[in-house]
C-alpha cells in the first residue's frame, strides 16, 4: 500500500489560487477513479476536482472558505501499490506526479457552504430561592398585586439595570416587597417562569447562534458590493414612466408568434424595450457607457453598449451580459436575455458570458417596490432599476383616468456622472417608453 498526493490543478484563466467552496468526500471515505474530491471557485466559475486513481481518504488540506495556491496539495489518499509519495508516510514530499486528470468546469454559482451545527445553549443559571423570606415581604415564587394600567414598577437601581441589560420589562414582573416592590429574587423568579409561561401560551424559546461561514459567490458577492459602496458615490435618480401605450404596443406584437421567415419570435418583455431605449439615450450620453479605473484616473469610454442584466439565481446573483446590444432589435434582445436567464439559473453561464458589461439593468419584477436604490456595477458608472407597474389614478386635466405607471431608480457614480446629466438620460428613456414607436426611429 502506499500514499497518492493529489494537488489544486491549473484551473485556467490565468489565475494563481482559488477558493475552496465544497467538499464532496470526508476522512476515510473510498473514492473511485473520477469520483468528484472537492470544488473549487474561480471568479463566477465553479470546478470540480476530480480523483485520478481509487483510494481511501487519509487527509483533506484546506477547509470551506479557505483560499488555496495552484498546485497545492489539497488531498491524500491511501492506494494500491507504491502511490506517488516517497517511503508510504504523509511526512514525505510528494513526487512529480502524472498529469492530473483535468478539473471539470461547471461554470454554475458556487453553492453555498453546509450550515455549521448551532453552538450548544449553555445550561440555565440556577435560580437561588431562600428557603425563608425576610420578615415582612413575601416569598419570591409567590406572585404580587396586580399592578394597575399605567402604575411604575418599583425596584431598586441595581434591579432596574439587571432587568435592562436581561431585556426584561419590569411592569411585567410581580414584585414580592413591600407595596409591590421588585427585588432580586422576583427577577430570578421571572427568568426560572419565562420558558414554562411561553409553553403555556404555545410558543418555545429558542437558544442558540447559527453561524454561517461566507464563501463562494456569496462571499463575491459581498466583497464587490462593499467595494462599489465604499469607493463609488451613489447619486440615486428616481422618475415615474407611464407605460399603457407601451404595454399595448408589447401586447399587439406578442400576438405575431412567428417572423416573415417562419421562425418563432420571443416573447417580448418590458427589458428589450428598455434596452433599446437605452442604446438611443447612450448615443447622445456616451459617457454613460464607461467604466472609471479610479485607481489611474481614467474614464474607458466604450463604443459598443454591453448590458449587463442582474439575474437571481439559487446561490446568489449573477450578471449575465447582452453583448453589443446596439447592433440587436427588440427580438434579438428578447431571444439574448431569455438565453443568458436560463443559462445563469442552470449554471450553465460561462465566464465570458458573466463579465464584461458597460451598463447594467436591475429588476425585482413584480416585487420591484414603489422605489429602490440600485447599487452600481462597479466599475461601471450607471445602473437603471425597474420597478413594479402598477395602475394608478392620473389627472389628464379634466379627469382621473387608470393609467399604467412604472418607476425607474437609477443610480450614477457622481464622481463621473453630474446630476443633471443623469435627469437628462433618465427623461430621454421617460419620453421613449412613453412614446415606443420612437424607439424604431433611427
Not at 276 to 289: E, F, G, H, S, T
Amino acid at each position: 500500500m502506499g500514499e497518492y498526493v493529489i494537488k489544486l490543478p491549473d484551473v485556467g484563466e490565468g489565475v494563481a489560487e482559488a477558493e475552496l467552496v465544497e467538499w464532496h468526500v470526508k476522512i476515510g471515505d473510498l473514492v473511485r477513479e473520477d469520483a468528484v474530491l472537492a470544488a473549487v471557485m474561480t471568479d463566477k466559475a465553479t470546478v470540480e476536482i476530480p480523483s485520478p486513481v481509487d483510494g481511501e481518504i487519509l487527509w483533506l488540506g484546506a477547509e470551506i472558505g479557505d483560499t488555496v495556491a495552484i498546485g497545492s496539495p489539497i488531498v491524500r489518499l491511501k492506494v494500491a501499490g507504491e502511490g506517488n509519495v516517497k517511503g508510504g508516510t504523509a511526512q514525505a514530499a510528494p513526487k512529480a506526479e502524472a498529469a492530473p486528470k483535468p478539473a471539470r468546469v461547471k461554470t454554475e454559482p458556487a453553492p453555498s457552504a453546509p450550515k455549521a451545527a448551532p453552538k450548544p445553549a449553555e445550561p440555565p443559571a440556577k435560580v437561588s430561592i431562600p428557603a425563608a423570606a425576610p420578615k415582612g415581604t413575601r416569598p419570591a415564587s409567590v406572585t404580587g398585586a396586580p399592578r394597575t394600567e399605567g402604575e411604575k414598577p418599583l425596584a431598586s437601581p441595581a434591579v432596574r439595570l439587571r432587568a435592562k441589560e436581561a431585556g426584561i420589562d419590569l411592569r411585567q414582573v410581580a414584585g414580592s416587597g413591600p407595596a409591590g416592590r421588585i427585588s432580586h429574587e422576583d427577577i430570578d423568579a421571572f427568568l426560572a417562569r419565562g420558558p414554562q409561561l411561553a409553553r403555556a401560551a404555545g410558543l418555545v424559546s429558542k437558544d442558540g447562534v447559527e453561524d454561517i461561514k461566507v464563501v463562494g459567490l456569496r462571499r463575491k458577492i459581498a466583497e464587490k458590493m462593499s467595494l462599489a459602496k465604499s469607493r463609488i458615490p451613489h447619486i440615486t435618480y428616481v422618475e415615474e414612466i407611464d407605460v399603457t401605450a407601451l404595454e399595448e404596443l408589447r401586447a399587439t406584437l406578442n400576438k405575431e408568434k412567428r417572423g416573415a421567415k417562419g421562425a418563432e419570435k420571443p416573447k417580448l418583455t418590458l427589458l428589450p424595450f428598455l434596452m433599446r431605449a437605452m442604446v438611443k439615450a447612450i448615443a447622445d450620453q456616451p459617457n454613460l457607457n464607461a467604466l472609471f479605473d479610479d485607481d489611474a484616473g481614467v474614464i474607458h469610454q466604450h463604443q459598443g453598449i454591453h448590458i449587463g442584466i442582474a439575474a437571481q439565481t439559487p446561490t446568489g446573483l449573477v450578471v449575465p451580459v447582452v453583448k453589443h446590444a446596439e447592433a440587436r432589435d427588440l427580438w434579438d434582445c428578447a431571444a439574448e436575455v431569455n438565453r443568458l436567464a436560463e443559462a445563469a439559473k442552470s449554471g450553465t453561464a460561462s465566464r465570458e458570458e458573466l463579465s464584461g458589461s458597460t451598463i447594467t439593468i436591475t429588476s425585482l419584477g413584480a416585487m420591484g417596490g414603489v422605489a429602490t436604490t440600485p447599487v452600481i456595477n462597479y466599475p461601471e458608472v450607471a445602473i437603471v432599476g425597474v420597478n413594479k407597474m402598477m395602475v394608478r389614478p392620473v389627472w389628464d386635466g379634466t379627469q382621473f383616468i387608470p393609467r399604467k405607471m412604472m418607476n425607474l431608480s437609477s443610480s450614477f457614480d457622481h464622481r463621473v456622472i453630474d446630476g443633471w446629466d443623469a435627469a437628462v438620460f433618465v427623461q430621454r428613456i421617460k419620453a421613449l417608453l412613453e412614446t415606443p414607436a420612437l424607439i424604431f426611429v433611427d
